[in-house]
């Protein structure tokens, strides 16, 4: 706890006084121009990853990167997306997976997880990703492999979850959301988008215009 407690006090007398005015209107209002859904692991950090400042994106970590259809029993993943989208207009919205991910790793190789019931629950939300990888993919495939594939197919049906979500069904209809789907890669520092349009995953770059926005804008004849 040391450590944490005097990385506090830096923050507090090293950045926080330096940067005044910026925390100063955050104090106020918040305006971020993305969500970013990520997994819990200690070596994701979102913010240090795309640069970004204090405020700007809007940031949902949980074992897996796991988004839940949408449904009755609605849990804080549900209500902090509705929330974000809803609530505050973001635009924006990155679920990001990463490599040598523990979730998926369980899932790949059917770890028993007695003791951690909660958990086993958790990551059948991941079910769909798994079936994909084990239709695609012989058992005698290297598990690197595999992992990497399950991996990148979870951010696919994380995404799909997402569009069964009526605040972002409805903004996405209306062409007020984009999605984009990301894979960290933690050795090489990499990331890896979904393209809608090529059907692949492809290497961010800075001209990147990749999206994973699926066509799901309706045009109406205006009838008089």
Known sequence: MHRIIDG???FQTEIHGKRQELFSELGERQKPFAVFIACSDSRVVPELLTQCDPGDIFVIRNAGNIIPSYGPASGGVSASIEYAVQGL????LIVCGHSDCG???AILRDDKLDKMPAVGAWIKHAAAAK???EARFSPEEDE???LNALVHENVLC???NLATHPAVAAKLAAGQL???GWVYNIDSGTVDTFDAE?????TLTRDSTAQATPKLIVRYSQKK
């Open 131 to 133: 079936q994909i990888v």
């Open 89 to 92: 207009g973001i635009p924006n």
């Open 144 to 146: 690197k492999r595999r």
């Open 103 to 105: 979730a998926m790793k």
């Open 198 to 202: 090529k059907q692949e995953f492809v």
């Open 158 to 160: 994380q995404l799909r």
């Open 8 to 10: 506090v006090l830096r």
């Open 178 to 180: 984009s999605l984009h």
